[in-house]
């Protein structure tokens, strides 16, 4: 079963924090890297942070210093840390295996609104 459920989400003031997690299926999360994408008002969806299966990670200019992704690979569960978030965080957040998004599949995301 392909399955990708994303949480945390919610309203925060700037200068807040959120953590989202992701369980996922392991047919995506085993042995691949993860990554948190971002589908922000009025843009297409991109990659915000990524983690291989070793733990190696990398991250959009827009969130170095201020997001961190981490993953439990006996949980398949994939996280971000979010600190100082900014209104231009607002959006939709999705997981999935970078950079091929397997099985064509996308969760519902959740959603991350910076607002004060």
């Known amino acids: 079963q392909v399955q990708l459920v994303e949480s945390g989400g919610g309203l925060v003031q700037p200068g807040g924090s959120l953590r989202l997690s992701c369980a996922a299926s392991g047919s995506i999360f085993s042995g691949n890297t993860m990554g948190w994408y971002r589908r922000a008002p009025g843009k297409q969806r991109g990659l915000v942070a990524a983690?291989?299966?070793?733990?190696?990670?990398n991250y959009a200019n827009s969130v170095k210093g201020r997001f961190t992704i981490s993953r439990d690979n006996a949980k398949n569960t994939v996280y971000l840390q979010m600190n100082s978030l900014e209104p231009e965080d607002t959006g939709v957040y999705y997981c999935n295996s970078y950079p091929v998004v397997r099985f064509g599949y996308w969760g519902q995301g959740t959603q991350v609104t910076v607002s004060s």
């Open positions: 983690i291989t299966s070793g733990g190696d990670t």
